[in-house]
């Protein structure tokens, strides 16, 4: 049997970065000097144009490779925020390694092939789809973290990466394996028709979903099997760092609402305890071990493991208005990460890096507008309004309120009090403190991202929340309609 | 000028004022002495539009005035709504008036980072009026929220030695209870499905939910006010604060959680408050007369007058617990005349503290002998902190008292009681600053208040004296709102009432 060419266009971004990222490679390795920092800003500007196929080809729902792949406007809004960041990201990170002198050509390649993989997880409409783009994006992050390769910090959160994360995917096909056992496939729209019937389902079922969840749960470094999350982000490179808490967080998140709601979502009543008890352990471990940290890389790592923990309560909600919440709290979320990532590494004082909470001390006196940026960024963080960080907060705690998880959202509202208190702190140390080395200024990128990031969370009230609430708002719509 | 979007204006001056101070550049000298200038000449041109509310406002009626509607946010109900009653009215001119004040008194006080600090006070009065012209739930919450972080880098940065303890106090305490608020508010907008406070008012809430909603408001505006026992923030954070800072701790910020309560908790949740209103006036009492008593023990001029804001704060939630017409108005009118005094009476110390740079009580003494300018105006206030008739003190109280009296015979004298020791403990501050022998060298050396401090101390003169004198404009503006609160207060308590006698019949 011959089969067709199965309908290219719905997977046009993907197939133009797994062309790209190819051809950039053959370019690297042919390139005569040293192009890494050419192959680096064509790396950002593809995983743009894929940005842009995205719009043009996404939309409405269509399924193709034989029911394997999948785009809507749920794809669309969450490959928009992975290619953003990751291309953003990518321009500020092959800066700082050339500053490091440690920039090699491989750096930029392994990043698209992870944006691919993302992408391509977040289309997935199949199981083994799913795992296929899980790994890809996979092995380029277990790379890129132990890039600083002569360093025994770098090695070891690569290592430490893989092995856990190799776990991890062991445990999500283990999970994959029992529910197609038990339900007879692993197409979503097949799970979902089978349990839409309302039947009783089986344990096995019940228990592969366990084990899928916790897989997921890594992968987005929820508690409790966030261990990994702080040693790899303080281990990893600084640039490395900062796409790690932005673009595969968003992915994983993404994936994580679409597995839970597209196959499973008429199972909400056996995992929703699940999410629950996640949700609040990432918010209080997230909220008090940031508490004691010193250095901020590891700071970041709770604070987004915090993070993770308010988002997921818009995923334990499990309707509409909550996985709404969820996408609107990433874009938000990735913002703030961004510009905050964008001040880190540019955290450079008499001559080489640092990382320590206390070296922005007195940082208001003497960069005020770097100053102000990060106060901006940490407010935000907080949940302080008018800035970003509060809206995100409020259609999460709105979506538990009015499905009834108002416990859910009070713990929520203590626990940010808790994260209040560490991101507080930084701002007191940069406006507080007696001044210690001075930093010297600012990269050019690093400045443009920076200033772009804090005005967009000061003015996100006005632009652009709105369109942010429409498009999350369609994109939430999309993953039920199916 | 009806067409015109007054309230808008009021609150967003101030910003555009920030947006100078931003573009000044050159030494040190110069932008320090231009944020000055860009900063008071903001504030004043705020406070001459707000007067157009004075003029303009219509005493008639009870409805929003000024009212500007702007869709915002799509598809969830939540848009930008302000407008102003009897009730907030006030309020918005107490900011607008405060605020070019505190700029001068931070005029030759503060010399490192003035921009920033100016800065700072724009922001936080953007917020203030913000807040008492928001008619949408949503947006009275950002702004109510936003004040914490001007306010947070004022205390922290200006501050005293203790500033980054008294800072974080001040802003964790208020933030947990405005979290529960959000919570509380959230409830209410998937109850009513929407957040416009007009609308919110005429909803009637179950009576278990108002109950939890009440708490939860609760939370977030006894921190605020401050009521006991919740109030050890307020000590910490006045005594750490730069003078201005204080000025509009005391005059505005503590008048948000009275004003959270007039606006949200007594109309929205009339079976609650009713329900409550025991434990408030418990609550209340105690901070009365026990907030009185430590005052009387502090040697610290900063912290005493602290204390006595608890003290005369709780007056204000008696006030207004007592539901009726003369307590919600003697309440308001407190929170008016306290909002002038408590500022005036943070800026005299200011004044002395500018020269010796001390607050310790006992480091003063004779003052009258070398300054008897500054003691003649401290006296003025003093007594209106105390309650002199002919001063705006007087009025307030009296007007609680007689509240309290229809309602609870032991709460109007227990809150009397309060009284006798709230002369006491300002008397005895007055007679060992003011009076006694000079003795110290570095007292004697001490200058009397410059033409600058002069003219920041005459508004708040005439004011207090005018308040206390001839208090019927304030009361004409707020009274038709006050009544009509309290009528569609009863109507709403016979609807609940005539609800459960239905329950009881079946």
Redesign the interface.
């Given at each position: 049997m011959v089969s067709e060419i199965p309908n290219l266009y719905p997977a046009l971004p993907e197939i133009l970065l797994a062309l790209a990222g190819m051809a950039l490679l053959m370019l690297g390795v042919f390139h005569k000097t040293d192009g890494s920092r050419l192959i680096g800003n064509l790396g950002a500007a593809v995983m743009i144009v894929a940005a842009v196929l995205v719009v043009v080809f996404g939309g409405a729902r269509q399924v193709t490779f034989n029911g394997l792949f999948v785009t809507d406007s749920f794809a669309v809004y969450a490959k928009l925020m992975v290619l953003i960041s990751s291309a953003v990201t990518l321009l500020l990170a092959v800066k700082w390694l050339e500053q490091e002198n440690i920039i090699r050509f491989e750096f930029p390649i392994l990043i698209v092939f992870a944006a691919l993989g993302m992408c391509a997880m977040i289309s997935a409409n199949d199981f083994l789809a799913l795992y296929l783009g899980l790994e890809t994006q996979s092995l380029a992050l277990y790379l890129v973290a132990a890039f600083q390769r002569d360093t025994v910090r770098s090695t070891e959160a690569g290592l430490k990466y893989f092995v856990l994360g190799a776990l991890a995917s062991g445990v999500l096909l283990y999970g994959v394996s029992l529910v197609y056992g038990f339900a007879g496939s692993t197409n979503f729209d097949v799970l979902a028709r089978s349990f839409a019937a309302g039947e009783p389902v089986s344990p096995g079922v019940v228990v592969g979903l366990v084990f899928i969840i916790c897989a997921l749960a890594f992968k987005c470094s929820a508690v409790p099997f966030h261990m990994w999350t702080p040693d790899v982000y303080e281990g990893a490179p600084t640039p490395v760092t900062a796409f790690f808490s932005v673009a595969p967080k968003v992915a994983a998140l993404a994936l994580f609402l679409r597995v839970m709601i597209s196959p499973f979502g008429d199972l909400l009543a056996q995992w929703q305890q699940v999410i629950i008890a996640i949700s609040i352990l990432s918010m209080l471990v997230g909220g008090f071990a940031a508490i004691v940290q010193t250095n901020i890389k590891r700071l970041m790592a709770y604070s987004s493991i915090g993070h993770v923990g308010y988002a997921l309560i818009g995923l334990a909600v499990g309707n509409q208005a909550g996985v709404s919440a969820v996408l609107i709290y990433l874009a938000i979320y990735l913002l703030m990460n961004i510009g905050t990532f964008a001040v880190i590494l540019s955290m450079r004082a008499n001559g080489r890096m640092v990382e320590g909470i206390g070296d922005l001390a007195g940082l208001?006196k003497n960069r005020?507008i770097m100053a102000a940026a990060i106060?901006v960024m940490m407010?935000s963080m907080?949940g302080?309004?008018?800035f970003a960080g509060?809206f995100g907060k409020?259609f999460i705690?709105?979506a538990a309120?009015?499905a009834g998880l108002?416990p859910l959202?009070?713990v929520g509202?203590?626990t940010?009090?808790v994260a209040?208190?560490y991101y507080?702190r930084i701002?007191?140390v940069v406006?507080?403190d007696d001044p210690a080395d001075q930093f010297e200024p600012m990269p050019t990128h690093a400045r443009f991202v920076l200033g772009v990031t804090s005005v967009a969370v000061v003015i996100f009230?006005l632009f652009p929340?709105?369109q942010v609430?429409?498009a999350a708002?369609n994109a939430a719509k999309a993953l039920f309609g199916a | 000028m009806s067409n015109w979007p007054l309230l808008s204006i009021i609150t967003f001056l101030p910003l555009v004022g920030v947006a100078f101070i931003l573009m000044i550049r050159g030494d040190a000298a110069i932008v320090a002495r231009n944020s000055r200038n860009v900063a008071l000449l903001t504030s004043s041109a705020t406070f001459v539009m707000s007067l157009f509310l004075w003029f303009g406002f219509s005493r008639g009626t009870a409805d929003f005035q000024f009212v500007e509607q702007a869709d915002?946010?799509?598809?969830?109900g939540i848009s930008y709504h302000m407008g102003v009653d009897g009730i907030s009215v006030l309020f918005v001119l107490l900011s607008t008036f405060l605020t070019p004040i505190c700029v001068l008194a931070g005029w030759s006080s503060i010399t490192n980072?003035v921009k920033?600090y100016m800065i700072a006070f724009m922001v936080l009065e953007t917020m203030m009026v913000g807040m008492f012209c928001a008619l949408d739930f949503?947006l009275f919450?950002?702004f109510f929220?936003?004040v914490?972080?001007p306010m947070?880098?004022l205390i922290?940065?200006w501050g005293g030695p203790r500033?980054?303890y008294a800072?974080?106090k001040f802003?964790?305490y208020t933030?947990?209870g405005s979290?529960?608020m959000?919570?509380a508010l959230?409830?209410m907008?998937?109850q009513a499905g929407t957040t416009d406070i007009p609308t919110l008012l005429h909803h009637a809430f179950a009576p278990t939910a108002q109950m939890w909603l009440f708490l939860a408001l609760f939370a977030s505006f006894a921190v605020k006010v401050p009521m006991w026992p919740v109030h050890t923030w307020l000590p910490d954070a006045h005594v750490e604060a730069p003078t201005a800072a204080s000025v509009i701790l005391a005059g505005v910020l503590l008048k948000m959680g009275a004003y959270g309560f007039v606006r949200f908790s007594v109309p929205m949740l009339p079976q609650a408050s009713a329900d409550f209103t025991p434990i408030v006036f418990g609550l209340s009492v105690v901070a009365v007369i026990y907030t009185s008593l430590v005052a009387l023990v502090q040697e610290d001029m900063k912290k005493l007058i602290a204390y006595s804001s608890v003290a005369h704060m709780g007056f204000v939630t008696i006030g207004i617990f007592t539901l009726t017409p003369q307590g919600i108005s003697g309440a308001l009118f407190q929170m008016l005349s306290h909002g002038v005094v408590a500022g005036a009476l943070f800026l005299c110390v200011g004044v002395i503290y500018d020269r010796l740079h001390t607050r310790e009580i006992s480091r003063y003494g004779g003052l009258v002998h070398r300054m008897p300018k500054y003691a003649t105006v401290f006296m003025l206030f003093m007594m209106a902190s105390v309650g002199l008739p002919g001063t705006s003190g007087f009025v307030g109280e009296l007007l609680v008292i007689l509240g309290a009296f229809q309602v609870n015979t032991w709460v109007a004298a227990l809150m009397a009681t309060g009284l006798i020791f709230g002369a006491a403990y300002m008397l005895f501050l007055y007679r060992r600053i003011i009076f006694g022998k000079l003795e110290k060298e570095d007292v004697k050396a001490m200058q009397d208040m410059t033409g600058r401090e002069v003219l920041m101390f005459a508004p708040l003169v005439v004011l207090v004296l005018w308040m206390g004198l001839y208090p019927m404009p304030f009361l004409d503006i707020m009274s038709v709102s006050v009544d009509n609160l309290i009528a569609n207060f009863e109507t709403a308590r016979a609807a609940a009432d005539a609800a459960t006698a239905l329950v009881a019949l079946n």
């Open positions: 208001s005020p106060a407010f907080a302080v309004p008018p509060f409020f705690f709105k309120v009015d108002v959202a009070v509202v203590l940010s009090v209040a208190f507080l701002i007191k406006y507080f009230f929340l709105p609430l429409v708002g | 915002w946010l799509p598809g969830t980072r920033e949503m919450y950002i929220e936003g914490l972080v947070f880098i922290g940065v500033r980054i800072a974080f802003f964790l933030l947990a979290l529960l959000l919570v959230l409830y907008y998937f």
